[in-house]
């Protein structure tokens, strides 16, 4: 069995994805043209970024035009 060997900081998971998650995962590495691994890492950091903000009560909203929308839940 010919495996690339990891990085020693490198943590390997296994995960299991409905065909529609496994989708949304392609569109968004897609978008980013990026893997889908680089793709899962940055919505992590992102994720993160956001929950950490929220529990310093900062809100998330979106902005087009003369609208807005706020994130209620992530």
């Known amino acids: 069995m010919?495996?690339?060997?990891m990085k020693p900081e490198t943590k390997r998971?296994?995960?299991d994805?409905?065909?529609?998650a496994y989708e949304v995962l392609e569109r968004v590495a897609?978008?980013?043209?990026?893997?889908k691994a680089d793709a899962l890492r940055r919505a992590?950091?992102?994720i993160d970024y956001?929950?950490?903000?929220?529990?310093?009560?900062?809100?998330?909203?979106?902005e087009k035009?003369?609208?807005r929308r706020e994130i209620v839940t992530l």
């Open 17 to 20: 994805f409905s065909p529609e």
């Open 2 to 5: 010919n495996m690339k060997p």
């Open 44 to 46: 992590l950091s992102l």
């Open 65 to 67: 035009d003369d609208r």
């Open 30 to 35: 897609q978008n980013l043209d990026t893997t």
């Open 50 to 62: 956001l929950l950490t903000e929220k529990k310093d009560h900062w809100t998330l909203v979106l």
């Open 13 to 15: 998971i296994t995960a």
